[in-house]
């Protein structure tokens, strides 16, 4: 099923023989020599080279925000780093935007005309994407649209707008989605590679960001970007070439993470991996708790009759291990191990696991992450091989959720159906509906907004959602706390944990007080590698405050 990274192997090895063959004719730095970019499959061949840098397992990147903690304070999430002298996420963005451009740069020279349309459509893609990942990191950066020789002056360019950047972004995908195939065109050997559902919904995702960056940090342009997130998500929804994942009934959410998901009808886009060939230790590095669950995340799940637990009557408390994860949305207990459940482990076996604050299951808030966590003997002797699902249907259906609602400041009973309430549906959650959340005094936007938090929680875009909504200098700089312990089963097994935890006045763990956090202006954005600055001669102008 997987067969793409066959090929991907494969090709850069020719790709690598190619360049070899004409060290005597073109530098060493280059692809091009006599013998390539004459065909179609020259351009195929460089092209699958980009793939490479698709995000990788493990990320653990959610450990910059609220959700989420590791064996220790983060940096990021606690506000305590400062600039560094180099980032490996500019230094490879620009080396594979230079790539992107090079193809570019040789379809335009070419004569093959329309026969390399797919691999121009691939290369603005991958074009686009590290484009996104440095405008959502660093706000405006250089634009680099063409390749560069060491007397170009775009080497000391300075940074575009954050908007220039989003703007160029969008034009890309725009195009590639002109090029690119549907997804229900892509032959079995294909699966996996970039298709017009790929640039919609990267162009989603970027449109979203920036129209409420502009919404909630004053800026300009808010209403045509959020009508663009719009018609993006609307375009994908209307292809009909994706769903939800449902094949494992109730337990769908949970096994869509991992084996049991790939090549399904939510996933868009992934990181691919395969057994033998492209390998990782996600799940063993999860079960020393790598990255675990937070309190803020777990009092976001709703009840069962779809009410927060601060009013619903069902909420069964903390007394006990389990208590605070029954009557509670599914997605609670296919996200935190469940003290008592079971999970694989050493050797593929089963084993009942009380996360808790000692020995090989201890966490540092008392909880333990479930999602991504493999049933497999493979994932358990260090050659996990599911693929990180990096563009998937259910973000689309939360983006067209919340642009609707951000651009009319309210949301129809239809248009939440065929949004938010599929997710729910899939889990058994009651719908949300207007009647709901006026008869209990919930927000719209907030509930909305707890949608797209526990649905896509720890895939990564919790930080970018705290910062684009303005709400990271409230949520960051409080404490990370954990499980209550006073009074709780908790206590009761750990005798000596109330000596040697911290609690606060409630009984609650606390992981990092909130003393040791902070959340300043100037960290909306990411500050500019220090090299950076100083090659460019000053040219590039620092993030505000740093």
Request: aromatic share 12%.
């Amino acid at each position: 099923m997987k067969r793409i990274y066959k090929l991907l192997i494969l090709s850069f090895t020719l790709l690598s023989m190619g360049c070899e063959k004409s060290l005597d004719l073109s530098p060493k730095d280059q692809l091009s020599d006599a013998s390539f970019w004459n065909q179609s499959s020259d351009f195929m061949l460089a092209a699958n080279d980009f793939y490479f840098g698709l995000s990788e397992a493990p990320q653990y990147i959610d450990r910059n925000s609220d959700l989420a903690f590791g064996l220790g304070p983060d940096p990021v999430s606690n506000g305590s780093y400062q600039p560094a002298e180099t980032s490996e996420l500019w230094d490879n963005s620009y080396e594979r935007i230079r790539a992107a451009n090079y193809l570019l740069q040789k379809a335009e020279e070419s004569e093959l005309g329309g026969e390399i349309d797919r691999w121009v459509g691939e290369a603005l893609f991958f074009r686009a994407y590290h484009y996104w990942n440095l405008v959502s990191t660093f706000g405006g950066v250089p634009k680099i649209d063409k390749v560069l020789d060491i007397d170009s002056e775009e080497l000391h360019a300075p940074r575009a707008s954050q908007a220039e950047i989003i703007d160029f972004i969008l034009s890309d995908l725009d195009n590639a989605a002109a090029l690119l195939p549907a997804q229900t065109d892509l032959t079995e050997d294909e699966l996996g590679r970039v298709t017009r559902g790929a640039a919609l919904a990267l162009k989603a995702r970027a449109a979203l960001y920036m129209g409420t960056w502009a919404t909630y940090h004053e800026g300009a342009g808010a209403e045509t970007y959020i009508q663009a997130a719009i018609d993006a998500a609307e375009a994908v929804i209307s292809s009909g070439t994706y769903a939800l994942y449902d094949e494992k009934g109730a337990d769908s959410y949970k096994y869509f993470f991992i084996l049991e998901g790939d090549d399904s009808k939510e996933v868009i886009l992934a990181r691919r991996y395969y057994l033998t060939v492209a390998e990782h230790n996600w799940t063993r590095e999860l079960w020393f708790n790598q990255m675990i669950p937070t309190k803020s995340l777990a009092d976001m799940y709703l009840c069962t009759d779809g009410l927060p637990t601060t009013i619903s009557d069902r909420f069964e408390g903390h007394d006990r291990f389990e208590s605070e994860f029954q009557n509670r949305d599914p997605r609670m207990q296919m996200t935190f191990v469940i003290p008592g459940s079971q999970i694989v482990s050493e050797g593929g076996n089963w084993q009942t696991i009380y996360p808790g604050f000692t020995g090989t299951n201890a966490t540092r808030t008392g909880y333990m992450l479930r999602k991504f966590l493999d049933e497999t003997v493979d994932a358990a002797t260090f050659r996990g091989h599911y693929d990180l699902k990096e563009f998937r249907y259910g973000e689309v259906l939360l983006i067209l959720a919340e642009a609707l609602f951000e651009r009319d400041a309210e949301i129809s009973d239809e248009d939440l159906d065929r949004t938010i309430n599929l997710l729910r549906a899939r889990v058994n959650m009651p719908p949300l509906t207007n009647a709901h959340v006026t008869t209990h005094g919930l927000d719209m936007r907030t509930e909305i907004r707890r949608e797209r938090t526990v649905e896509l929680a720890f895939e990564g875009f919790r930080r970018d959602d705290l910062r684009r909504w303005k709400t990271a200098e409230t949520e960051l700089p409080k404490a990370i706390r954990g499980v209550k312990f006073t009074g709780t089963e908790y206590a009761e097994r750990y005798p000596q944990g109330s000596s040697q935890l911290q609690l606060d006045s409630d009984g609650f763990v606390v992981a990092e007080p909130a003393g040791r956090r902070q959340f300043l202006p100037k960290h909306y954005l990411d500050p500019l590698p220090l090299q950076e600055i100083q090659l460019s001669g000053g040219v590039l102008e620092q993030n505000v405050g740093w």
